[in-house]
């Protein structure tokens, strides 16, 4: 579920950096959240296992 949103966002992120400069900077913001909690769930989510 959490991969599925990183890639909407990088999807939506790169329509944003090429077509809408408007909300790129908006959605570049979501993206590099999206990478943070991500990482932060790859290593806290190993522990539990």
Known sequence: MLWTIAVILL???????????????????????AIIVGLYQLFVGRRGV
């Open 11 to 33: 999807v939506l992120w790169l329509l944003g950096f090429f077509a809408f400069h408007v909300a790129g900077g908006i959605i570049h913001i979501l993206l590099v959240l």
